[in-house]
Structures are given as structure tokens and as C-alpha cells.
């Protein structure tokens, strides 16, 4: 199974800071990456796929980048509603495989 | 509008079965991949399984293989997991989502339903 693996676990920051979420996978997987954004006791929401390209109605402040085994999410002027965990995914080898995680705190 | 909604949850012996549902609106149901996401309390996503827009493929985490099994009845417009032989590890939210639609193939998911809770416990 291919591991992934996010840093940090949890950052604290700002709002108006940027800040960059590191994925990486144990093995290539070209751009098959996903990200995703969770706030407590919500369902996830799907921000990015294929690596770099936003998801429908996902605002530009969010960007991803990366491809084989190293990817980044970066998240442009914070804003409290970005307060999250955020989660990778690769999806390019069964089982698919989420990172552990980065919560992103005040 | 996409809308996805679980049902079926509840609390379970170990040993016990259970079938989550979900019903899906607002988009053509039977041209996407669905997809199952369970989430444990206190922990990060695990993808649970995969089923094709006409069923005839599917796809499971080891874990689960022979206990859980997904299905789909696209006249209902609906997703189903199958889960027996349930343990305590098993205890989690479980989410369906779509999978995104390209030509061959499927994307992450892009829509997400709210989750359903499957506690197993005696």
C-alpha cells in the first residue's frame, strides 16, 4: 500500500498568513493527488485534484502543487473560515490512501 | 443541486450486520462512480470502497474485503454498503461521495453526503 505521509501534523497561524501543508507519498504517483478540507463535525470537502486543479467553486486562494512523491497545498491569506484539517489523497493505486492530516489552528 | 444522504447507521453487536444507504439527487446518478469514507472518532479518513456507474466493478480496502460489500440500484438512484461480521474497529462515520466523471475512468470525489455513525459495540 503506498503511505502518505503530511507535515505537519497541526500548524498554528493567522489570518491573513500563507501557509503550505506538505503530502508525501512512499512511492511515485505522478499528479494523482487529491485534497481535501474538514471542519468539525462536518463532512470533508473536496478542494483540489490532480495535484494542482481546484475543484468547481473552490476559491484561488487555495493551490496545490507537486508531482511522484512530493506535493504542496497552499492556502493564501487565511481567513477564519479556513481554519480546518486538512487531508491528502492518493488515488491512483488501490487501496487508496488518505495522510493522517494537518490541522491548521488559530 | 448534488445531494447525497446516508441512512441506515445505528449501534451494533460485534458480529453484527448492518446496511448503510444513501440516496442521491440532483445529478444523473447512473453516469458517475460512487464511493464509501468512513472517518473513526477522533481520526483522519479511510477510504472503505469504490463501485462503478453500472455496478460491474468494484473495490475494497483489505480490511474489509469478504465482510463489507458495496452495491448500487441506479433505478432507486441509490448506493448501498453491505457490512457483516462488524468489529469494534469498524466504528466510524460513514460518508458517500460522488466520484468526479471524466472519459475513462473517475476523479476524486467532488460531492459529499453528511455521514452516517455505525457504532459496534456489545
Known amino acids: 500500500d503506498i503511505q502518505m505521509t503530511q507535515s505537519p501534523s497541526s500548524l498554528s497561524a493567522s489570518v491573513g498568513d500563507r501557509v503550505t501543508i506538505t503530502c508525501r507519498a512512499s512511492?511515485?504517483?505522478?499528479?494523482?493527488l487529491a485534497w481535501f478540507q474538514q471542519k468539525p463535525g462536518e463532512a470533508p470537502k473536496s478542494l483540489i485534484y490532480?495535484?494542482?486543479t481546484l475543484q468547481s467553486g473552490v476559491p484561488s486562494k487555495f493551490s496545490g502543487s507537486g508531482s511522484g512523491t512530493e506535493f504542496t497545498l497552499t492556502i493564501s491569506g487565511l481567513q477564519p473560515e479556513d481554519f480546518a484539517t486538512y487531508y491528502c489523497?492518493?488515488?491512483?493505486?488501490?487501496?487508496?490512501?488518505f495522510g493522517g492530516g494537518t490541522k491548521v489552528e488559530i | 443541486e448534488v445531494q447525497l444522504a446516508e441512512s441506515g447507521g445505528g449501534l451494533v453487536q460485534p458480529g453484527g450486520s448492518l446496511r448503510l444507504s444513501c440516496a442521491a439527487s440532483?445529478?444523473?446518478?447512473?453516469?458517475?462512480?460512487m464511493t464509501w469514507v468512513r472517518q473513526a472518532p477522533g481520526k483522519g479518513l479511510e477510504w472503505v470502497a469504490n463501485?462503478?456507474?453500472?455496478?460491474?466493478?468494484?473495490y475494497y480496502m483489505d480490511s474489509v474485503k469478504g465482510r463489507f460489500t458495496i452495491s448500487r440500484d441506479n433505478a432507486k438512484n441509490s448506493v448501498y454498503l453491505q457490512v457483516n461480521s462488524l468489529r469494534a474497529e469498524d466504528t466510524a462515520v460513514y460518508y458517500c461521495?460522488?466520484?468526479?466523471?471524466?472519459?475513462?475512468?473517475?476523479?476524486?470525489?467532488?460531492?459529499w453526503g453528511r455521514g452516517v455513525l455505525l457504532t459496534v459495540s456489545s
Open positions: 463501485i462503478k456507474e453500472d455496478g460491474n466493478e468494484k
Open positions: 490532480g495535484a494542482s
Open positions: 461521495a460522488r466520484l468526479g466523471r471524466k472519459d475513462y475512468g473517475w476523479l476524486p470525489p467532488d460531492s
Open positions: 512511492q511515485g504517483i505522478s499528479s494523482y
Open positions: 489523497q492518493q488515488y491512483i493505486y488501490y487501496p487508496l490512501t
Open positions: 440532483g445529478f444523473s446518478f447512473y453516469n458517475y462512480w
